[in-house]
C-alpha cells in the first residue's frame, strides 16, 4: 500500500483541520491505518488508529475527544478530522497503514507510510 497524506497548514488555536491519507493498492479495505505525528524537535508519537470500517479506534490521550479517525474503503482514503486544535498539536503528521488487525501505537508495526503533511496551530 502506498500512502499520501495532505490537507495540512496553519490554523489557529481553537480551529479545526481535516487531514486525508489517500492509498494505492487493493488491500486497503484490509489495512488497518493510523496517524502519527512528529513535533518540531521532538519524537514522532502515535495519534489515532482505526482497523476496518466501523471498528473502534483507538487514539492517544491527549487527543480524545478532539480528533476522530475515520476512513472509506471505497475511495480508499483515510481521514483525521481534528477539532479544537491546540499549539501543541503543532507536528508534521504521518499516516500509515498496516496488513495486521490492529490500532497499536507502536510504530515497528506500521509497514507502510506516507509523507508528511505539516500542521501548525498558533495561539
Known amino acids: 500500500v502506498q500512502l499520501q497524506a495532505f490537507g495540512g497548514g496553519l490554523v489557529q488555536a481553537g480551529g479545526s483541520l481535516r487531514l486525508t491519507c489517500t492509498a494505492s493498492g487493493r488491500t486497503f479495505s484490509r489495512s488497518s491505518v493510523a496517524w502519527f505525528r512528529q513535533p518540531p524537535g521532538k519524537e514522532r508519537s502515535f495519534v489515532a488508529a482505526i482497523k476496518w470500517h466501523n471498528s473502534i479506534p483507538n487514539y492517544a490521550e491527549s487527543v480524545k475527544g478532539r480528533f476522530t479517525i475515520s476512513r472509506d474503503d471505497a475511495e480508499n482514503t483515510a481521514y483525521l478530522q481534528m477539532n479544537n486544535l491546540k499549539p501543541e498539536d503543532t507536528a508534521v503528521y504521518y499516516c500509515?497503514?498496516?496488513?495486521?488487525?490492529?490500532?497499536?501505537?507502536?510504530?515497528?508495526?506500521?509497514?507502510?507510510w506516507g509523507q508528511g503533511t505539516q500542521v501548525t496551530v498558533s495561539s
Open positions: 500509515a497503514a498496516s496488513p495486521s488487525s490492529t490500532t497499536t501505537s507502536l510504530q515497528y508495526a506500521w509497514k507502510s
